[in-house]
């Protein structure tokens, strides 16, 4: 079992920066890739990025040039380095882990074991 804590999430201006930051149990860690989603009201849960045990880092498009996943495997934590943030980066943002080392599925919620209970990030215009 994989118990998985998010926190960081405030409210922002546009074009401020946010580091959320996602606290894992288990000593397993390391071998997990990590995800990054996210849901605005009314709106599905979407992908923002991953991070896999060997460091590679997969991107949306909406998350790419402004987004930054890593992590610290000494610490059991997964970071997204939000920058220049606007608007529509409004949600509940959420970490996940996949225990599959390699995952093709990786955009989809169902591709991942463990959820946290999500941070909300607003960002105001």
């Known amino acids: 079992q994989v118990q998985l804590v998010e926190s960081g999430g405030r409210l922002v201006q546009a074009g401020g920066s946010l580091r959320l930051s996602c606290a894992a149990s288990g000593r397993t860690f390391s071998s997990y890739a990590m995800g990054w989603f996210r849901q605005a009201p009314r709106k599905e849960r979407e992908f923002v990025g991953r991070i896999r045990w060997d460091s590679s880092t997969f991107y949306a498009d909406s998350a790419k040039g402004r987004f930054t996943i890593s992590r610290d495997n000494a610490k059991n934590t997964v970071f997204l380095q939000m920058n220049s943030l606007k608007p529509e980066d409004t949600a509940v943002y959420y970490c996940?882990?996949?225990?599959?080392?390699?995952?093709?599925?990786?955009?989809?919620?169902?591709?991942?074991?463990?959820w946290g209970q999500g941070t909300q990030v607003t960002v105001s215009s």
């Open positions: 996940a882990a996949d225990i599959k080392r390699y995952n093709a599925n990786y955009a989809r919620p169902d591709a991942y074991n463990y």
